[in-house]
């Protein structure tokens, strides 16, 4: 097995951590993936697709990528940390720097982010075939995973979708999106509305990459009745099913609590996707 001290993988851009990971599994030789997690002395996180990494600094420091990239950078470029951070309170951002930037396995963040149940990969179709030609090999994109986003922003196609029970069980393994088993084991996205799940994704790779102001995605006080009324439209046209069941109407026809404590300016720290659905509805106001 190569060892990680003596190369690793330098991050190909939007690269997730889990993918990175995977791609060294794969030049490294070895034919026992949990050996190679071992190896790289990461927490869980980092093999995950939706959490917030714990313990990076053992990438930097225990591997080859130490050479060529900064922890700073390695978080920022390659972790979910930039599509949580402008919600969390100063506090709440210092515990997850910290966990992130520590060596120590299985440190606590302190604190609940929740993805709503969001485990599965998804991948686009159309990046691995231009991922082959400009990268020379596929990779999971970070801009693909956040909740919500089932749309690649840059192909403007419906993404394919993990089985999650499959997932769970595979993680593990160490697998690129061209894998074999992976197609064999997703499907496209069932879409309702693709024009608003595109508006969804653009706006989530946006959030990511520091391009939105976060005015249009905060509520100064309590919001009008026609930015109220404007997320209830947006809130009908949204599927029920995933996480989106966490933004859909109630049977009354009123919004969910959470994107109501939104709306009403609550200063608590609320999931990402609830405010990027705001934000869209600010934009038809």
Not at 104 to 124: A, I, M, N
Request: net charge positive.
């Amino acid at each position: 097995m190569l060892g990680a001290t003596s190369y690793f993988p330098t991050p190909f851009p939007g690269e997730t951590l889990y993918s990175l990971c995977a791609r060294f599994h794969q030049v490294s030789a070895s034919d026992n993936p949990l050996r190679t997690r071992k190896a790289l002395g990461c927490d869980r996180t980092c093999f995950g697709f939706a959490d917030v990494p714990i313990a990076c600094q053992n990438l930097i420091t225990k591997t080859a990528l130490g050479h060529s990239i900064s922890l700073p950078h390695l978080i920022e470029r390659h972790t979910w940390l930039p599509y949580f951070s402008p919600f969390l309170s100063e506090p709440q951002l210092e515990s997850c720097l910290a966990a992130t930037s520590s060596t120590r396995r299985k440190r606590s963040l302190g604190f609940y982010l929740s993805t709503h149940g969001q485990l599965r990969g998804k991948y686009c179709e159309e990046c691995i075939v231009q991922d082959n030609i400009e990268a020379g090999q596929p990779y999971w994109h970070r801009e693909h995973q956040p909740a919500g986003v089932f749309v690649c922003n840059r192909h403007r196609c419906l993404l394919r979708v993990m089985d999650d029970v499959w997932l769970k069980n595979h993680i593990q393994f160490l697998t690129l999106p061209d894998h074999p088993s992976i197609k064999a084991h997703s499907a496209p996205a069932r879409c309702a509305n693709s024009a608003l799940l595109q508006d969804i994704a653009g706006l989530t790779e946006r959030l990511i990459n520091h391009e939105l102001p976060l005015e249009r995605l905060r509520v100064d006080g309590r919001a009008s009745l026609t930015l109220v009324r404007a997320t209830e439209a947006i809130a009908a046209q949204l599927p029920f099913w995933g996480e989106f069941r966490f933004l859909a109407l109630e049977p009354a026809g009123f919004l969910q609590r959470p994107i109501r404590q939104v709306l009403n300016g609550d200063k608590q720290y609320h999931h990402p996707l609830l405010h990027i659905i705001v934000g869209l509805a600010s934009q038809s106001c």
